[in-house]
């Protein structure tokens, strides 16, 4: 994944409003991948968490935590996807997004 580029960022947030806007939405988006990542993690080790602990299980807690330390961080990831143009944001009390997207 590349450096953020903030004129990028810039350029991209003046296209669907403001930089404050984006960075709000870019915010949001990266707790919700956050929470996602988390409970993928939880879910793989919650049956670990039961068994007793030994130098197998250790083994596999490693093996899991490394391959999540392996996944970019959220922030990265939420905008990677505004880049990409699936992220999409707008203001409750505005005009709502058309559906043509």
Same mark, same amino acid.
């Given at each position: 994944?590349?450096?953020?580029?903030?004129?990028?960022?810039?350029?991209? @947030? %003046?296209?669907?409003? %403001?930089?404050?806007? @984006?960075?709000? @939405?870019?915010?949001? $988006?990266?707790?919700?991948?956050?929470?996602? /990542?988390?409970?993928?993690?939880? @879910?793989?080790?919650?049956?670990?968490?039961?068994?007793?602990?030994?130098?197998?299980?250790?083994? /596999?807690?490693?093996?899991?935590?490394?391959? +999540?330390?392996? /996944?970019?961080?959220?922030? +990265?990831?939420?905008? $990677?996807?505004? +880049?990409?143009?699936?992220?999409?944001?707008? $203001?409750?009390?505005?005009?709502?997004? %058309?559906?043509?997207?």
């Amino acid at each position: 994944m590349s450096l953020v580029n903030p004129i990028e960022v810039k350029m991209k @947030a %003046s296209a669907q409003g %403001s930089l404050y806007e @984006a960075i709000v @939405a870019l915010g949001l $988006r990266a707790r919700q991948i956050n929470d996602q /990542i988390r409970n993928q993690y939880l @879910a793989r080790t919650y049956d670990l968490a039961e068994r007793e602990e030994d130098n197998e299980t250790r083994a /596999i807690k490693l093996e899991v935590s490394r391959e +999540f330390d392996r /996944i970019p961080k959220p922030t +990265f990831l939420a905008m $990677r996807e505004m +880049f990409d143009d699936k992220l999409h944001w707008w $203001r409750p009390n505005a005009e709502q997004p %058309s559906a043509e997207a």
